[in-house]
């Protein structure tokens, strides 16, 4: 009743800011919602962001999601990409949070176009350095976290990741490989509440350049 007191006793110009100042952080919240049900349903937001309204419904958080890319080196081997690893944070957690075809179409071709390396590059070339600092390479046996194959070369790790080379990494023409295909393509990860149980499922259509 008091509410409708107030009301009455607005006049001219003062009712239109008043209903501005009662409505208007309702409409923008709707707003906010319906936009980001939209994206999330059409563009492949996570319902975890734009708001965050479907967080307790669903399991597609950003972390969920990964690009799944493989490439064949000019030698015909099958290699495993490391899409992010070269990325700045923030690149990553936009493309984790809105998954993009585009950025697969944008990512193929400088792959193709630009040397890869391993993602332990740095590591590969630490040791290098302490091996040809220490002709005892007892030293470097007890790190544990390498295997040395006479006479004191590094062994690479079985099917290793790679990615692309940037301006920071150490040359080492042996590591440095180039591509002449690649395939890529965002997945998800979804729960199935009937039958209970976690599956991925693709997210996007299969990008494939060069001649596989």
């Not at 208007?24 to 962001?49: D, F, R």
């Amino acid at each position: 009743m008091n509410l409708f007191r107030v009301r009455k006793n607005i006049k001219g110009g003062d009712r239109l800011s008043y209903y501005l100042e009662f409505w208007l952080p309702s409409l923008i919240l709707i707003m906010v919602a319906l936009g980001q049900i939209y994206l999330a349903q059409t563009a492949n937001l996570s319902p975890w962001k734009g708001g965050g309204f479907g967080m307790f419904a669903a399991i597609d958080a950003p972390s969920m999601r990964v690009i799944v890319a493989e490439g064949i080196d000019q030698k015909g081997q099958l290699l495993r990409l490391d899409i992010f690893d070269a990325l700045d944070d923030s690149t990553v957690r936009r493309m984790l949070a809105l998954a993009r075809q585009k950025d697969l179409e944008n990512i193929a071709p400088q792959l193709l176009s630009q040397p890869i390396v391993p993602t332990t590059i740095q590591q590969q070339a630490t040791f290098e350095k302490l091996l040809g600092e220490n002709s005892n390479t007892q030293i470097v046996e007890q790190l544990g976290k390498v295997e040395l194959t006479p006479p004191g070369g590094i062994k690479s790790l079985p099917l290793p990741l790679y990615r692309l080379k940037t301006a920071y990494d150490p040359e080492i023409p042996a590591a440095m490989k180039t591509l002449k295909a690649v395939r890529l393509q965002w997945w998800k990860i979804k729960f199935n509440q009937g039958e209970k149980r976690i599956f991925a499922e693709p997210l996007s259509e299969l990008i494939k350049v060069g001649d596989w």
